[in-house]
């Protein structure tokens, strides 16, 4: 379709099953895509963070789209404690990652979309643990909901300027390596088989068959067109529909 012709766009931790596939996505609908893994920035690191979009911007005059993938490992979270007996820090882990990297990305991004009058569209990731009510992760559920809020809050605060902030919630994709590892790690720490735990996430499918990355990858392409332009501020979910999500 090549709806994204000549857009530049810069894709954060993309050595993730999701962010490889927004970056494959808007690579493949025409824009010029630099994707940065933690080699090249560290998403948690405001100074690389600002040393690569530089570099972006130096070579295209513009940023018009960015993405940032990041998330958390059921490691370092400590797995799952119940809240009265997480640490502080156990509790802080997700906050600090998923919706600090997603502030440091975004601002940063803004900054040069502002500076170079791009009006871009900045895409930010999160977690349908926003909307529902599962036991013991309230620190990556309270992450979630801070990127949301935060979504929200600078779609406003950027809009005059042209600048579209959208956030896209793809839900659990069996496919990635990440959820698997979730899904792992539950099974082993609670002692239930892996195919009970999976059978239970689908059991609230509204259409049967989960979403694919490819499908999240063409969701991005489509926010970051000139033909998404209506999504702004709002929180996309990309999961065929949930019955235990609000």
Not at 45 to 69: C, P, Q, S, W, Y
Not at 88 to 110: D, E, H, N, W, Y
Not at 205 to 213: R, V
């Amino acid at each position: 379709m090549g709806n994204l012709t000549n857009k530049v766009a810069a894709v954060f931790a993309a050595a993730g099953d999701i962010a490889g596939a927004v970056a494959g996505a808007l690579k493949a609908h025409g824009a010029i895509v630099y994707s940065a893994t933690r080699t090249d920035a560290d998403a948690m690191n405001e100074m690389e963070i600002d040393t690569f979009l530089k570099n972006v911007v130096a070579e295209h005059g513009r940023l018009d789209v960015v993405f940032n993938g990041i998330g958390t490992t059921y490691e370092e979270m400590g797995g799952r404690p119940p809240t009265t007996v997480a640490t502080l820090a156990q509790f802080m882990a997700p906050m600090q990652k998923i919706c600090g990297s997603q502030f440091l990305t975004s601002r940063v991004a803004a900054r040069y979309m502002i500076e170079t009058g791009s009006q871009g569209t900045i895409l930010l990731l999160t977690a349908a643990l926003s909307r529902s009510k599962l036991p013991n992760l309230a620190g990556i559920t309270a992450a979630s909901a801070a990127v949301e809020g935060m979504t929200r809050v600078m779609a406003a605060e950027w809009g005059g300027h042209g600048i579209k902030v959208t956030c896209i919630c793809p839900g659990a994709l069996a496919e990635t390596r990440r959820i698997n590892g979730w899904i792992q790690g539950a099974a082993k720490e609670y002692n239930i088989p892996i195919e009970q735990l999976i059978a239970q996430y689908q059991a609230f499918d509204i259409l049967k068959g989960n979403p694919t990355l490819k499908q999240v990858g063409e969701t991005a392409a489509f926010l970051a067109s000139d033909a998404g332009a209506a999504f702004n501020s709002h929180i996309v979910d990309v999961d065929g529909g949930k019955l235990n999500i609000l």
